[in-house]
């Protein structure tokens, strides 16, 4: 997040307030305001800086882009869209289609998972979306998780509500993004979160 070289510690909105935690170090409160949202990602670098930055939706489905400073501040909310309502479960951090730009999936209420492109711009820093696959309900909770089989390209990692653990191996394309999936672990099912 603070672009040091290590990973950080969780984000965590607790009463409104959020709070980052950076490696080793305890948590710091970066203010208050945030139960106006109902979606809070820590989506790669999406704004063209080197830190990790962050997307929030509010009730409305206005999406924010919060891009990040090295010291691990947040510079200014910035409006980057409209209409993400309709998704049940958003996720970055990782270029999904091998154009060196970190990528947004977002999947709606019918099950259909859309990429949108990341462009470098914090102005418009999604480009238009690709439908990346269908069928997608049935996993309850999935997050991109870099590149876990060590082949070059961001995959997903999905879990099913028997609590199967699946993984997604990227193609590097948008469509379609992923190889048929590989069951990885059971037992998933006990777990709140994945990030």
Do not use: C
């Not at 965590?12 to 979606?39: F, H, I, M, Q, R």
């Not at 709606?108 to 102005?123: A, F, I, M, R, V």
């Not at 069928?135 to 609590?163: C, E, I, Q, Y």
Request: no cysteine.
């Amino acid at each position: 997040m603070d672009a040091d070289g290590h990973t950080d510690g969780a984000w965590d909105v607790t009463g409104g307030t959020l709070y980052y935690t950076p490696w080793g170090e305890d948590g710091v409160s970066l203010g208050g305001g945030w139960g106006a949202y109902n979606k809070v990602v820590s989506a790669g670098n999406l704004g063209g800086a080197a830190p990790s930055d962050l997307l929030a939706r509010d009730g409305a489905g206005n999406l924010y882009l919060y891009t990040a400073y090295s010291d691990g501040k947040l510079a200014p909310r910035y409006k980057v869209g409209t209409g993400w309502g309709v998704f049940n479960q958003i996720t970055g951090k990782g270029d999904l289609n091998s154009d060196g730009k970190d990528d947004v999936l977002a999947r709606d209420n019918s099950g259909n998972l859309w990429l949108y492109p990341g462009t470098g711009n914090y102005q418009k820093p999604l480009g238009p979306r690709v439908k990346a696959g269908t069928g997608w309900n049935s996993l309850p909770t999935f997050v991109s998780s870099g590149d876990v089989d060590f082949d070059g390209v961001t995959d997903v990692v999905a879990r099913d509500s028997a609590g199967g653990l699946y993984l997604y191996p990227g193609t590097g394309v948008a469509s379609p993004a992923f190889k048929p999936r590989k069951k990885i672990g059971t037992g998933w099912n006990t777990y709140r979160l994945m990030f």
